[in-house]
């Protein structure tokens, strides 16, 4: 015979990070569970079942990008390395310049492409609490 249960909003999240926690090293099997269930809770509040969900996948695509982005933080450090070798070399000013101004630029794109990753998390962070 079958039984019903009834689950309140805690209880159910409750199980849910439980299972996310016990899986965390399958990392992405869960993502459609957790990305339902905030859509669940998005139709609780009142703000509907897919926005809900996809503000939680987005929120697991910008972890995921974070992720692979670990090297490239290496990498940039690394330039920062070069430039300070560069700039000590004793190769010709105008060449010095033009690969400061690579190393410079790469820098920069990379730390706006992080800034508006870590943006994208922080919503989804502060919209899911």
């Given at each position: 015979m079958k039984k019903i249960i009834k689950l309140n909003e805690t209880d159910l999240q409750n199980i849910?990070?439980?299972v996310l926690q016990e899986?965390?090293?399958n990392?992405?099997?869960l993502d459609n569970v957790k990305d339902t269930y905030q859509g669940f809770k998005g139709v609780w509040r009142g703000e509907g079942f897919d926005y809900y969900k996809y503000v939680s996948s987005l929120g697991n695509l910008t972890k995921k990008l974070k992720k692979l982005d670990e090297p490239n933080?290496?990498?940039i450090k690394e330039l920062i390395d070069l430039k300070v070798k560069i700039k000590s070399s004793k190769m010709p000013l105008d060449k010095k310049n033009k690969l400061e101004y690579a190393i410079d630029t790469a820098q920069q794109y990379f730390?706006?492409?992080s800034k508006a990753i870590d943006s994208i998390e922080m919503?989804?962070?502060n919209k899911l609490k």
């Open positions: 849910v990070n439980k899986q965390e090293k990392e992405g099997i933080h290496k990498i730390t706006q492409y919503g989804v962070y």
